[in-house]
């Protein structure tokens, strides 16, 4: 009898803390693999479709060059020239304006696709924004974002007039919303939170090469129909969706707090470095502790953020931060065709100068502290865009490098916001969080093509703008907690019992 009363004492005393989601999960995913890094770079590789979709419109429905065909004399605007006198350099359907006539149409006309396609992203964060946090899960969120994307932008090509293509790229935008966050939010819950900074940074370097590829397959197309330019981006997102319906993993994260918990070890044992059938036991319990959470309705993890008063505090201080970004970050590339340079070569420029700040973030996100970096970095943004108004049009290769060093400064800010909002929210409500700061981006981006089209003619008198608003926006990060070292809390109730702790310390 005494040995059997022996046998049945625990092996650990009771007074022991029990680890936690994030502390368990850290073992099994805390090394980084193989197969993390194909699964990091394969959820990864969305953001090059995301690239393509958001900057296509710069090509797509760009104003073309066009020349006399009688005596213009100083006349520099075709709207002042009678019909017959003047014709496109190129073909009429290489570009919206031309085809449907829109070079004398109102400035609301001309920003329409491109503010339908933000409204969209809105609409889309509004509608699809918990459903990665509750029912669909990352993986299906990711797939349904990519796929209802790709297939807007393939009947986009079958547009007749303006109305429709503004319809369609409304439904991509749709579409896009998610994405980004999906795709960010579960590349780096795969992986410990060491690698955490690096593997977010792979999105952005594939960003890169999707806003890389549009001015190559645009200069490919450039004596063909725009409609080109969309078959070329779409088909391959199309089919991209494929490799995430087989291959992409779902977060063992996600499906531990959700109560999956089979599938959570399924996972686990594709992507570990152990075996980890020995703590089968210790992952259902982490079950029973998170199933109270499971229970979210589709607007309850948005409702919840609301609730918290730390949580509503770091919502807002964020969301005013993106919208700032947001502007500038999707603005200034619709700019480029107010600047008197190649539209070719302007892009390309633009495109290249997000790879300084992806090497930033890739090489010393561990080491920088996100409160002074995103503050840093928006600070340098505006400065520079207020220098273009500045300075006068005899610094015009001076003018295009400040508007360079200020647009990768925006791309080092929004990365590093990025990855700072996953740090700042817990599981349950991460990609919701990540949703909602998605939708101050594209509020941002919303007003872009609006102020680009009041700046044609203007110089360089929407840059003004750009910087005036990052520059205050980027004040709120001080709001802020830092985040930098931290842990991931899986609940609301860890995230606040950590903020308290560090109040009061």
């Known amino acids: ?32 693999r193989w197969a993390q890094l194909f699964q990091a770079f394969l959820v990864s590789f969305a953001w090059v479709f995301d690239g393509q979709q958001t900057f296509i419109s710069i090509f797509t429905e760009a104003e073309p060059s066009w ?11 075709v709207c002042q020239l009678p019909k017959g006198s003047w014709a496109w350099d190129r073909a009429a359907d290489t570009s919206i304006v031309s085809e449907w006539n829109l070079e004398c149409a109102g400035h609301f006309s001309k920003s329409l696709p491109a503010s339908s396609f933000f409204i969209g992203s809105m609409v889309g964060g509004l509608v699809l924004a918990t459903l990665a946090d509750t029912s669909l899960g990352r993986k299906n969120m990711l797939l349904v ?40 939010v579960l590349s780096t819950e795969l992986v410990g939170k060491r690698w955490r ?38 088909i391959p997102a199309l089919l991209y969706c494929f490799l995430v319906l087989f291959f992409v993993l779902e977060s063992p994260r996600w499906l531990m707090v959700r109560g999956r918990k089979e599938e959570a070890v399924a996972t686990l044992k594709s992507i570990g470095t152990v075996n980890i059938n020995s703590s089968f036991s210790d992952l259902m319990a982490f079950e029973k502790e998170e199933e109270i959470s499971t229970n979210l309705n589709l607007f309850s993890a948005i409702s919840i953020l609301l609730e918290k008063r730390w949580a509503m505090q770091r919502l807002s201080a964020v969301m005013t931060v993106g919208f700032g970004v947001g502007m500038v970050y999707y603005g200034m590339p619709l700019a480029l065709g107010n600047l008197s340079f190649n539209l070719y070569w302007n892009v390309t420029f633009n495109a290249l100068s997000e790879l300084p700040s992806a090497l930033i973030a890739l090489f010393f996100i561990e080491r920088l502290n996100r409160k002074s970096s ?10 520079c865009s207020i220098v273009c108004v500045v300075i006068g049009e005899e610094w015009r290769t001076v003018k295009i490098g400040l508007e360079l060093v200020s647009f990768c400064s925006t791309c080092s800010a929004f990365q590093i916001l990025l990855i700072y909002n996953i740090e700042l929210f817990p599981t349950t409500v991460r990609n919701s969080a990540m949703a909602l700061l ?52 899986d609940t609301m109730e860890e995230e606040e019992n950590k903020h308290r702790a560090g109040s009061s310390a």
């Not at 020349?67 to 213009?72: A, K, N, V």
């Not at 796929?147 to 393939?154: D, E, F, I």
């Not at 995103?374 to 400065?383: D, E, N, Y």
Request: glycine share 12%; net charge neutral; hydrophobic share 45%.
């Open 67 to 77: 020349h006399c065909t009688e005596l213009c004399g100083s006349v520099s605007d």
């Open 374 to 383: 995103v503050l840093s970095f928006t600070m340098i943004s505006g400065v």
């Open 438 to 489: 998605r939708q101050a981006l594209a509020l941002g981006a919303v007003l872009c093509p609006v102020i680009v089209e009041r700046g044609r003619g203007s110089g360089y008198l929407s840059y003004g703008v750009f910087g005036v608003v990052t520059i205050i926006c980027g004040l709120f990060v001080g709001c802020l907690p830092e985040t930098k070292g931290g842990r991931l809390c």
């Open 145 to 184: 974002s990519c796929l209802l994307m790709s297939a807007a932008g393939t009947f986009t090509i079958f547009s007749p007039n303006l109305w429709i293509y503004s319809g369609l790229r409304f439904v991509s935008g749709i579409g896009r919303a998610p994405l980004v966050a999906c795709a960010l």
């Open 197 to 234: 900074g690096q593997v977010g940074v792979i999105g952005f370097f594939f960003s890169t090469l999707g806003f890389l590829s549009l001015p190559v397959i645009a200069y490919l197309n450039r004596d063909s129909s725009w409609r080109y330019v969309y078959l070329w981006t779409s």
């Open 1 to 32: 009898m005494h040995m059997a009363d022996s046998s049945s004492t625990p092996l650990l005393p009771k007074h022991l803390p029990v680890p936690s989601l994030d502390e368990t999960l850290e073992r099994y995913i805390g090394d980084f």
